[in-house]
T-cell receptor, first 114, second 115 residues
Framework: KQEVTQIPAALSVPEGENLVLNCSFT??????LQWFRQDPGKGLTSLLL?????REQTSGRLNASLDKSSGRSTLYIAASQPGDSATYLC?????????????FGSGTQLTVLP | GAVVSQHPSWVICKSGTSVKIECRSL??????MFWYRQFPKQSLMLMAT?????????EQGVEKDKFLINHASLTLSTLTVTSAHPEDSSFYIC???????????FGAGTRLSVL
């Protein structure tokens, strides 16, 4: 059974700092990996989706990398801002299975201090 | 971009009553929809997968008679929490997979508070 782990569980940084969030998964047979943002009491906002054949994806100040063989992904946030404060979730979608539903990590709660 | 509408966003009900939550895909067809539950400061836990026109598949430990799922059309799935109790209070999130683009989109969630 796929297990997704995110480290650290919480992170607090001063504004302007670059930071890295980590995600690891146990089964490398993934179809894709997705990073989401969740604000308190809200739903999920998709940030980046990396297909299994890709190594990285970029969107603005965000860069996500994928190393499928080692079961790892990182989300890099450049020049962090207070508005980046949220919980960041990674999720993997398997290659196999009838519904191929996403398996989520437990999230990293990010606080960017002004 | 594709939108998934979830309604209501917040509901308060008395213990013993039933609550229905709707999940609609607004501009795409969703053969498959998913229902998740999220407790405070925890991640999303899949409750069930619903396929249009067939019975939902429930995850282990989820009572299918308590959490009734109906996926009667390609754009609508409903979750009914029957005889709700305080322990059912949680944040429920639906998701719909765009069959054509093979991408999963999420609703904004429903906060259920059972008194």
């Amino acid at each position: 059974k796929q297990e997704v782990t995110q480290i650290p569980a919480a992170l607090s940084v001063p504004e302007g700092e670059n930071l890295v969030l980590n995600c690891s998964f146990t089964d490398s047979a993934i179809y894709n990996l997705q990073w989401f943002r969740q604000d308190p009491g809200k739903g999920l906002t998709s940030l980046l989706l990396i297909q299994s054949s890709q190594r990285e994806q970029t969107s603005g100040r965000l860069n996500a990398s994928l190393d499928k063989s080692s079961g790892r992904s990182t989300l890099y946030i450049a020049a962090s801002q207070p508005g980046d404060s949220a919980t960041y979730l990674c999720a993997v979608r398997p290659v196999w299975g009838s519904a191929r539903q996403l398996t989520f990590g437990s999230g990293t709660q990010l606080t960017v201090l002004p | 971009g594709a939108v998934v509408s979830q309604h209501p966003s917040w509901v308060i009900c008395k213990s013993g009553t039933s609550v229905k939550i709707e999940c609609r895909s607004l501009d795409f067809q969703a053969t498959t929809m998913f229902w998740y539950r999220q407790f405070p400061k925890q991640s999303l836990m899949l409750m069930a997968t619903s396929n249009e026109g067939s019975k939902a598949t429930y995850e282990q430990g989820v009572e299918k008679d308590k959490f009734l799922i109906n996926h009667a059309s390609l754009t609508l799935s409903t979750l009914t929490v029957t005889s709700a109790h305080p322990e059912d209070s949680s944040f429920y999130i639906c998701s719909a997979r765009d069959s054509g683009r093979d991408i999963q989109y999420f609703g904004a969630g429903t906060r259920l508070s059972v008194l």
